[in-house]
């Protein structure tokens, strides 16, 4: 392994860049760009145990150095994701995928999470218990520390494959959560999913989105993101992966500084497919720029001495 | 069906005013993934993080011409552009208009800014021989448009404005012939359902969404089909009749 490979909760991977669940589908979007192998891994769009069509339209809004979704959920259900988007994954991509998971109750969870536990080319579990965009599931359980111990607890049951719970913003203290997610088991946290927002247009003087609010990402946030992994990574002894508004090589070493062990990269590649490709490419010089010998050294780098 | 999608940067060639919200813009630049009419250019613009969905009015070999309406930050941004200056073009975005229903009489139907996809359609209709009419929809005369280009190319051209003031007054559905064989549309939704209901033969609707990416991957811009959840930017933004579901 290569100066820019990090150790994810006891899987290699070659690099820490890790393309965020909702913004490179199952995948095969961006085989048309480049070759993905050349991802640490990607996660996969969230997943639920039933297909969802989400939210109606317009479910986008533009924001400065940023945007809002609220696309609650939209997938094909875990029974098709694994009967028809894994085995075309397959075909372009030979490294172990991080399955996100959402779901409207704690067995819905553990089910989802049961059936993709059988699957080899899944690597990592990423519970999503953080999404703003559908009601009574999603975040309801990523803000109560109880309620995300509870969904973590049971996806451990059903799985041996490393937990990841993907935490939520919209909270008092996200510290709190993510001590409860390793207390209940998590093998790793990823934060930051997107925070609550709104536009209102003014020819019309309602909501933009139809949903009225989504969630907002893109590098607006990145300071935010940044301080809530500095703060979780501070809280916690397993793996953080930070993610919120990462789009270049220096953001992502900033976020390994602050404690991250990985990176995710999520609306960067909305606006620029090729995004993460050109990000790992940086990496070397970059590193090379500050005087870093192996990625791995810089992880919470910035909490010592 | 795959669809090679480039993303590179292109070369303003003209940019100017058809009207007074409605631009004219020739664009330089590797044309090479446009493969059908109906298709959609998206395009970055410094200071914004979406890009903004165009669709393709023309190409030639070397340019593409697109028509847009200033409706907010980022057309109002590309209007004051000038020639010389680049911008980053995504093309080859959407599936486009499929020309082998149309048959002899095809008939195209446009609304406001949803005239333009139509131009490089009856362009290509013309080419391989068939005989095209286009009604063309506006409110007033002063936000009319490339009545005269239909025309130039060969089209017979019927033109509406809601007012009267030029043209035929009413919608474009008040100036449907009698006799076609199958149609295109493009505009407003209101007016795209009312095309829905009044056409006799089996069609192709053009529609617009607000979009994240534009190549597929968010699922920012998705509706329901009879034939299931579609994409407008990656399995669209053209769908058959047949296929369309109104409303939720």
């Keep these: ?305 | 069906m795959v669809i090679f999608i480039k993303d590179s940067i292109w070369q303003i060639v003209s940019n100017s005013a058809l009207t007074k919200a409605v631009y004219q813009m020739r664009l330089r630049g590797d044309v090479s993934a446009i493969t059908a009419p109906g298709q959609f250019l998206n395009i970055r613009l410094a200071g914004l993080t979406l890009r903004r969905p165009i669709s393709i009015c023309d190409r030639d070999d070397t340019t593409a011409t697109i028509l847009y309406k200033v409706v907010g930050k980022g057309t109002e941004q590309l209007s004051h552009m000038k020639p010389g200056e680049t911008l980053q073009v995504m093309a080859g975005l959407g599936n486009g208009f499929d020309l082998s229903p149309a048959g002899a009489r095809p008939l195209l139907i446009g609304g406001g800014v949803g005239v333009p996809p139509l131009y490089l359609l009856a362009r290509k209709l013309i080419e391989t021989g068939r005989q095209v009419t286009v009604i063309l929809g506006f409110n007033t005369a002063e936000e009319c448009f490339y009545e005269e280009e239909f025309r130039a190319i060969g089209c017979r051209t019927i033109l509406t404005t809601a007012d009267g003031s030029a043209g035929r007054r009413g919608f474009v559905t008040d100036a449907l012939p009698e006799d076609y064989t199958y149609f295109y549309t493009c505009g407003p939704e209101a007016m795209l359902k009312a095309v829905f209901q009044k056409t006799v033969t089996s069609g192709q609707f053009s529609f617009e969404e607000r979009m994240g990416c534009g190549f597929g991957a968010c699922m920012g811009c998705s509706c329901k089909t009879v034939t299931g959840y579609k994409r407008i930017c990656k399995d669209g933004p053209v769908l058959l009749k047949e296929e369309i579901l109104w409303g939720d």
């Design chain 1, 1 to 305: 392994m290569g100066r820019l490979s990090v150790d994810l909760c006891g899987i290699q991977l070659e690099n820490p860049v890790i393309p965020a669940s909702g913004t490179f589908g199952y995948g095969a979007e961006f085989c048309e760009w480049y070759d993905i192998n050349l991802l640490g891994t990607f996660s996969f769009k969230g997943t639920t145990l039933e297909p969802r069509f989400g939210n109606p339209t317009p479910r986008i809004a533009e924001c400065t150095a940023g945007m809002i979704n609220a696309v609650g959920l939209q997938n094909p259900g875990v029974k098709k994701v694994i009967e028809e988007e894994l085995p075309k994954l397959k075909s372009c991509f030979s490294k172990p995928v991080m399955a996100n998971v959402s779901g409207f109750s704690v067995e819905e969870y553990a089910k989802t999470c049961a059936l993709l536990d059988r699957e080899p080319q899944v690597g990592w579990l990423e519970v999503n218990i953080s999404c703003p965009n559908v009601h009574g599931g999603g975040m309801s359980f990523g803000t109560v520390p109880e309620a995300a111990a509870e969904v973590i607890a049971a996806v451990k049951k059903a799985t041996t494959k490393p937990v990841i719970a993907k935490l939520s913003p919209n909270v008092t203290d996200i510290t709190e959560i993510a001590k409860a997610c390793e207390a209940a088991g998590a093998d790793g946290v990823s934060l930051i999913n997107t925070l609550l927002g709104m536009r209102i247009d003014l020819k019309t003087k309602r909501p933009v989105i139809a949903n009225t609010m989504g969630g907002f990402s893109g590098p607006a946030i990145f300071p935010v993101a940044l301080r809530m992994v500095w703060q979780v990574a501070n809280a916690v002894k397993i793996p953080v992966i930070g993610m919120g508004g990462v789009s270049s090589a220096e953001d992502v070493i900033e976020m390994m500084l602050a404690g991250a062990t990985a990176v995710e990269v999520g609306t960067a590649n909305l606006i620029d497919p090729m995004a993460c490709k050109k990000i790992i490419e940086d990496l070397p010089g970059v590193m090379d720029r500050y005087g870093i010998q192996n990625l791995k050294e810089c992880i919470g780098g910035a909490h010592h001495g």
